[in-house]
């Protein structure tokens, strides 16, 4: 039940699906499944497991009628990938196979799985069209290319797989009731939460990693999508497996991009003060612009990202004002 999985629980459950959560808790706290039953007044079948165990998914696979598949299950963080590629290359693979092998020995063969943007390593142009040449700068990213390769071979090997590799661009903001939201065990990385915290006053500012990029305000411009509209996407896309074998890829973004500054303007008009920062040298490995063309999302899974910047900082803000993380 981490921050995209949650948000996608509730969508699923509101949908009227029965929903199994598989978590090992590594990033995430056993409270949210008791958020998501108040939020949708539904029960959740929350399992604590580690998808590594092949033996466990077996006997969930055995007990429970399960259709389909949404996995979520990966660590994320790029720099923490640099310096632990074993461990990214053992939980985001290893687990995916292990997942993927007793999802064949059951004989469920839908899935719909968390990919991202990073899959395009340094994109030549922008907007960005899921045709785009793929490639990794760092172990995080290799280790999603690869499973999406092993997902693109097992739709080769058996054409009943029915495989959506949805490719995420920057989910941001929060459940409206401030339930569930991001929270990050540890130091945050991305930007919206590192915004969040100065805002609370437990950070003293924002470093903003560059101004000198060739864009609207010289600060790094990115496709914020809010996390609601990323789990509708997940629902549609299910879906849209029903009648679709083989294996399709998706970008779930807004197809707008949003610069640094632009963020923290937002952000600043949310949560009614000033957000402090200083401009800092540009962070390696980082782009200058990053956004989607979802037309392919929009056309195929009549799908479309309804909420804008103010509503994710909004969104963002009343989940950490509310203090209720723990
Ligand atoms: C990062 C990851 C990317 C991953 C994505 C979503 C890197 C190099 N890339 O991308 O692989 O798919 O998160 O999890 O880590 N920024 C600041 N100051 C900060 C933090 C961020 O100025 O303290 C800027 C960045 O330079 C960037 C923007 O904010 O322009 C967004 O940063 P971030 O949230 O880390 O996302 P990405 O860089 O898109």
Known sequence: MGYIGSHTCVELLDAG?????VDNLSNSLASVASRIEQITRKK???INAD??????????FKQHQIEAVMHFAGLKAVGESLEQPLSYYENNVTGSLALFGAMLEAGVKTIVFSSSATVYGEPATVPITEDFPLSATNPYGE??????????????SDSGWRIALLRYFNPVGAHESGLIGENPLGAPNNLLPLIAQVAEGCRDLLRIYGNDYPTVDGTGVRDYIHVVDLACAHIKALEKLASQQGVVAYNIGTGQGTSVLEILHAFEAACQKPIPYQFVTRRPGDIAQCFADVSLAEHDLAWRAKKGIAEMCVDVWRWQSRGVRS
């Open 51 to 60: 998808i590594r165990h092949q033996t466990v998914l077996q006997s969930i």
């Open 143 to 156: 280790s999603k290319l690869m499973i999406e390769k092993i997902l693109r071979d097992l739709a080769i």
């Open 17 to 21: 699906h029965d929903v199994i959560v």
């Open 44 to 46: 959740l079948d929350f």
